[in-house]
T-cell receptor, first 116, second 114 residues
Framework: EPEVTQTPSHQVTQMGQEVILRCVPISNHLYFYWYRQILGQKVEFLVSFYNNEISEKSEIFDDQFSVERPDGSNFTLKIRSTKLEDSAMYFC??????????????FGPGTRLTVT | KNQVEQSPQSLIILEGKNCTLQCNYTVSPFSNLRWYKQDTGRGPVSLTIMTFSENTKSNGRYTATLDADTKQSSLHITASQLSDSASYICVVSAHYSSASKIIFGSGTRLSIRP
């Protein structure tokens, strides 16, 4: 069964450094998402991406964050100048179409980002 | 304000027993409601998706209900198994003319005891 993959599974970085989290969505999917889950808290939507541009973004997704689909398979989340409070699990997800209908949204296993 | 509230926050039941988890939402305009299962340290896995016109949806031992009038949903788990121990998250989507919002509940942490 096709699945969303994410690398690395765990990333440790120093405060102020830039990190890039990588995701490979399911191949025939058109919508891609990044979510964040701080330890012990609920999942929060960051951004959705469609047709090579941002479709939606939350208040969390400020200028520190950017997303890119550098080739036909990868979908990346870049966090510039990381802060301690960026430590969280970051989930990538993809769906065939917008999640407003009955389209399944498939989540990857997550990347645990630890900022020290 | 768009909100999704889940109850109980946590629940412990014995293996083989049934349980029901609740989700109340104030999201508008409603598009769909999803229940996810999230094992510790893993990504959420979809259990059910319901749109406005659906009031019940089953997936094996999981049955979700939706009352769009009262804006309530429930997830019923039948004959629980140890592997059902996880967080169960209710997620509601709103769709506007040119945008959509996805709002997550805080989840119910379910523990199944042998």
């Amino acid at each position: 069964e096709p699945e969303v993959t994410q690398t690395p599974s765990h990333q440790v970085t120093q405060m102020g450094q830039e990190v890039i989290l990588r995701c490979v969505p399911i191949s025939n999917h058109l919508y891609f998402y990044w979510y964040r889950q701080i330890l012990g808290q609920k999942v929060e939507f960051l951004v959705s991406f469609y047709n090579n541009e941002i479709s939606e973004k939350s208040e969390i997704f400020d200028d520190q964050f950017s997303v890119e689909r550098p080739d036909g398979s990868n979908f990346t989340l870049k966090i510039r100048s990381t802060k301690l409070e960026d430590s969280a699990m970051y989930f990538c997800a993809s769906s065939e179409d917008r999640p407003t209908g009955s389209y399944e949204q498939y989540f990857g296993p997550g990347t645990r980002l630890t900022v020290t | 304000k768009n909100q999704v509230e889940q109850s109980p926050q946590s629940l412990i039941i014995l293996e083989g027993k049934n349980c029901t988890l609740q989700c109340n939402y104030t999201v508008s305009p409603f598009s769909n409601l999803r229940w996810y299962k999230q094992d510790t340290g893993r990504g959420p896995v979809s259990l059910t998706i319901m749109t406005f016109s659906e009031n019940t949806k089953s997936n094996g031992r999981y049955t979700a209900t939706l009352d769009a009038d009262t804006k309530q949903s429930s997830l019923h788990i039948t004959a629980s198994q140890l592997s059902d121990s996880a967080s169960y998250i209710c997620v509601v989507s709103a769709h506007y003319s040119s945008a959509s919002k996805i709002i997550f509940g805080s989840g119910t942490r379910l523990s199944i005891r042998p």
